[in-house]
């Protein structure tokens, strides 16, 4: 472990050679397993599984009983809800080791997955979406997507603050925060105050 600026209970496991960011809690039974990323300022709540080469971002939120398999990556931001579950191999069999084809799972920054959600391997969360409780997400959701249901689909699109927006014509505008959306083919981008796309910190660099 690198950093040690961190709280976890004392029930918890934490492994030797894992990354633990300052700030972090980690609560009652939760596994941190050796070759895991965990950023700064998470918060990983009980009975969690954070399984080797998973990483997490910083300021993460994980509620109890979820299990981040290797091949999980969650950016920044992200919130995984109660007993949310990852796999990393299609087609798995106890008598068959299929290490060498885990398929990488992203969650990207902002996201929020419900209570119970199951998230088949190899798809792409995009960021700011929101997942519905109880879903099956077995194909990539688009950025502010919101998708529920099983299998998944989706139902609408939501705010940067996680509230709906409703597009009239090419455009939205958040009722609650008055952040601005206009959809581009399948594809929605925030705007900045000006009407213009908001460039993102990479563009920015």
């Given at each position: 472990?690198?950093?040690?600026?961190?709280?976890?209970?004392?029930?918890?496991?934490?492994?030797?050679?894992?990354?633990?960011?300052?700030?972090?809690?980690?609560?009652?039974?939760?596994?941190?397993?050796?070759?895991?990323?965990?950023?700064?300022?998470?918060?990983?709540?009980?009975?969690?599984?954070?399984?080797?080469?998973?990483?997490?971002?910083?300021?993460?939120?994980?509620?109890?009983?979820?299990?981040?398999?290797?091949?999980?990556?969650?950016?920044?931001?992200?919130?995984?809800?109660?007993?949310?579950?990852?796999?990393?191999?299609?087609?798995?069999?106890?008598?068959l080791s299929r290490r060498d084809e885990f398929r990488r799972t992203l969650v990207r920054h902002g996201a929020s997955i419900g209570a119970n959600v199951t998230i088949v391997c190899g798809c792409t969360i995009g960021k700011f979406a929101m997942i519905g409780a109880g879903s099956v997400v077995t194909k990539d959701v688009p950025?502010?997507?919101?998708?529920?249901?099983?299998?998944?689909?989706?139902?609408?699109?939501?705010?940067?603050?996680?509230?709906?927006?409703?597009?009239?014509?090419?455009?939205?505008?958040?009722?609650?925060?008055?952040?601005?959306?206009?959809?581009?083919?399948?594809?929605?981008?925030?705007?900045?105050?000006?009407?213009?796309?908001?460039?993102?910190?990479?563009?920015?660099?």
């Amino acid at each position: 472990m690198i950093n040690k600026d961190y709280f976890a209970h004392e029930t918890a496991c934490i492994e030797d050679d894992c990354t633990i960011g300052e700030g972090t809690k980690i609560w009652h039974f939760s596994h941190i397993m050796k070759g895991s990323v965990i950023g700064r300022q998470c918060n990983i709540g009980q009975n969690v599984v954070v399984s080797p080469g998973a990483v997490l971002g910083d300021g993460v939120k994980v509620q109890n009983n979820v299990s981040v398999y290797t091949g999980v990556i969650c950016e920044d931001r992200v919130f995984l809800g109660p007993s949310c579950v990852f796999t990393n191999v299609i087609n798995p069999r106890a008598f068959l080791s299929r290490r060498d084809e885990f398929r990488r799972t992203l969650v990207r920054h902002g996201a929020s997955i419900g209570a119970n959600v199951t998230i088949v391997c190899g798809c792409t969360i995009g960021k700011f979406a929101m997942i519905g409780a109880g879903s099956v997400v077995t194909k990539d959701v688009p950025d502010y997507a919101l998708v529920y249901g099983v299998p998944s689909r989706i139902h609408g699109y939501v705010c940067e603050c996680g509230e709906q927006i409703v597009f009239s014509g090419q455009a939205a505008v958040c009722g609650a925060c008055g952040k601005r959306y206009q959809m581009k083919g399948t594809e929605v981008e925030e705007m900045s105050c000006n009407g213009h796309e908001r460039r993102t910190d990479s563009e920015n660099q």
